[in-house]
């Protein structure tokens, strides 16, 4: 599950993940070493989870044969794209602030 909090509960994001580069990333982050969870705060840490998202979107774009829609409910090896986009878009919105 990840989700991003800043300050209030308005501001989580939580989604199941499956996907092999997100668990590694989360696994460096805490999950694994004996916590249940990972706690992603620095910029640093943030902007790895978004490059990884920008990845997968990517990836998926390129798979998507040419005319067909991509639909929120299509996932991206794992990941549903609508939780992916929304992801996206608010580490890109907390990136500016």
Do not use: I, W, Y
């Amino acid at each position: 599950v990840v989700r991003h909090g800043d300050r209030t509960p308005k501001q989580k994001l939580k989604m199941r993940v499956r996907n092999a580069k997100l668990l590694r990333c989360f696994e460096a982050h805490g999950v694994g070493r004996g916590c249940a969870e990972a706690k992603l705060k620095t910029p640093v840490q943030l902007q790895e989870v978004l490059d990884l998202a920008e990845e997968l979107l990517a990836e998926s774009d390129a798979k998507l044969a040419p005319g067909s829609e991509n639909s929120s409910e299509s996932e991206a090896d794992g990941v549903p794209l609508g939780k992916l986009r929304q992801l996206q878009l608010v580490l890109r919105r907390g990136r500016r602030a």
